[in-house]
């Protein structure tokens, strides 16, 4: 019988493994805690890699009892630490952006002016509400307080990414308000600011 294909959501699973054991139940909790913002899967999904790790001998499974029902506990195996250790040498691939918000304003001429507000109004709103956790964790981590504080070095630099991210869709979204509330009524009818093309050109070559 052939091996699963393994994804990369198994490789996330495997790592959470690599971090303690859990139960499924855990594992979809604790990928929605750590990873969802950068790895974000259905938990139906979730449930499968567990036992696709164990057919491909990188997990074991241990079923034990809590209180009258019983569980299945998944563990990380040294072949799991091997082949964890293989994907992590390769550099994997960059951002894949899913921005609908983005698209609207593509095609904003078919639509109204406050139509078009009224999406970048909701995208620095998207910003602020995530910004909010993700300040809440950033503050634990700060005091020595967040859950597994020992890989702070590693949970650190997913943190620095999604902050500068928060920070920039709010800034983009203030900015883009400002050039649309200067557009005539018919959005059709707007015309691009020549210093605006000019400062987007300079920011860009960085």
């Not at 109204?112 to 956790?133: G, K, S």
């Not at 979204?173 to 400002?178: G, L, P, Q, S, V």
Request: aromatic share 10%.
């Amino acid at each position: 019988m052939s091996s699963p294909r393994l994804t990369s959501t198994s490789f996330a699973v495997l790592g959470l493994l690599a971090v303690r054991s859990w139960s499924t139940y855990e594992l979809t909790q604790q990928m929605d805690r750590s990873l969802g913002r950068m790895w974000p899967r259905a938990t139906s999904k979730l449930y499968e890699e567990p036992k696709k790790l164990v057919a491909a001998g990188f997990a074991a499974a241990e079923t034990e009892a809590v209180g009258r029902r019983p569980r299945t506990v998944y563990s990380i195996t040294e072949e799991g630490r091997t082949a964890l250790a293989r994907w992590l040498a390769e550099p994997g691939d960059g951002p894949v952006v899913e921005f609908e918000q983005l698209v609207k304003l593509t095609f904003a001429e078919h639509g109204t002016r406050e139509d078009a507000r009224r999406t970048v109004a909701a995208a620095r709103a998207w910003a602020q509400e995530r910004n909010a956790e993700n300040l809440l964790a950033a503050r634990q981590y700060a005091a020595g307080e967040g859950p597994f504080q020992d890989r702070a070095a590693q949970t650190m630099l997913a943190g620095a990414f999604f902050t500068e991210l928060y920070a920039t869709v709010a800034r983009w979204a203030d900015w883009a308000d400002e050039q649309i509330a200067a557009w005539p009524e018919d959005p059709a009818q707007a015309t691009a600011d020549p210093d605006q093309l000019e400062e987007i050109a300079r920011r860009a070559d960085w």
